[in-house]
């Protein structure tokens, strides 16, 4: 893309954080766990030198995407945090810092790490952005658009000169070679909705989230597999719960279908197990299904 250099900083699996520099500017795309915080931000400034890192772009609240940032704080306290509205009002929330607290450690102990500096009470957000909002950073602009279905705090960010979108993983997650997960976890509707603005915009390409950067083909790919298997899925767990499949029948159905190869590499089980659940009650509220 021209003079933007997009880097993959991430540490471990499951982890979702980029770095976007165009030579000037720096900014970093989601930020990671708590527990790998310092590792990405040694990462990132092994790429700057002695650069600063300028913004930190979150796509929303959840601890995977959001822990890392207060850790890159310590190392550039200049760099602005740019997270949308709702994010920023759960973020200021100690039940919620709790939870993803709980979160991350847990996690941590799966992958071996027992002890690490606790920044999480330190979380925030410098800049608010509505949907719309313009981020000039530097010479890079990026439009702020709302994208729930993830969650009710998903944001992209969009570069119409490069023709760039900074996704959210309301689109869906992307097993790298032939299809797409369905990430609705507070509405299916919104989420179809979403997916539809995106396919919309002139895009040639997108940054998603736990995966990187998508070539012009990939990115046509993916935006047409997102809302296909987002619909088709549903579809189908509607079906099962229509015929009063058990919740976890439909749990091995959806495994069986996607939870191989690379999103089994990057999706921790009990996360997974844990938001398909979710889905199969949203999907059951949104469908009116009885029982």
């Not at 991430?10 to 900014?27: C, M, Y």
């Not at 995106?198 to 809302?227: C, R």
Request: net charge negative; hydrophobic share 40%.
């Amino acid at each position: 893309m021209n003079n933007i250099k997009i880097h993959d900083v991430r540490v471990n699996p499951g982890d979702s954080a980029f770095l976007i520099d165009d030579g000037k500017t720096a900014i970093m795309y989601d930020s990671g766990f708590a527990f790998t915080g310092y590792q990405v931000a040694d990462k990132i400034k092994n790429i700057l030198g002695h650069r600063k890192l300028d913004y930190i772009f979150l796509t929303h609240s959840h601890y995977d995407h959001a822990l890392g940032s207060v850790y890159a704080k310590k190392y550039w306290k200049d760099a602005k945090i740019v997270a949308g509205e709702y994010a920023a009002k759960i973020f200021a929330k100690p039940t919620a810092k709790a939870v993803m607290r709980d979160l991350d450690s847990k996690f941590a102990k799966k992958c071996g790490v027992v002890e690490y500096e606790d920044l999480i009470d330190d979380l925030s957000v410098d800049i608010t952005v509505s949907d719309g909002d313009i981020i000039k950073a530097g010479t890079m602009e990026f439009q702020a658009l709302n994208l729930p279905g993830h969650t009710k705090c998903s944001v992209g960010y969009y570069n119409r000169e490069k023709g760039l979108l900074l996704g959210s993983e309301t689109i869906g997650v992307y097993n790298g070679c032939d299809d797409v997960v369905p990430s609705c976890l507070v509405g299916y509707k919104m989420t179809v909705e979403s997916i539809e603005r995106v396919k919309k915009l002139p895009i040639d390409n997108i940054l998603v989230p736990h995966y990187g950067l998508l070539d012009k083909e990939e990115t046509k790919f993916y935006l047409k597999k997102a809302e296909e298997s987002t619909v088709e899925t549903a579809d189908e767990i509607v079906g099962m719960l229509n015929a009063k499949k058990s919740k976890e029948e439909i749990m091995e159905f959806f495994k069986d279908k996607f939870y191989h190869g690379y999103v089994k590499d990057i999706y921790p089980v009990d996360a997974m197990e844990l938001n398909t659940g979710i889905m199969i009650d949203l999907l059951g509220r949104e469908f009116e299904i009885e029982g």
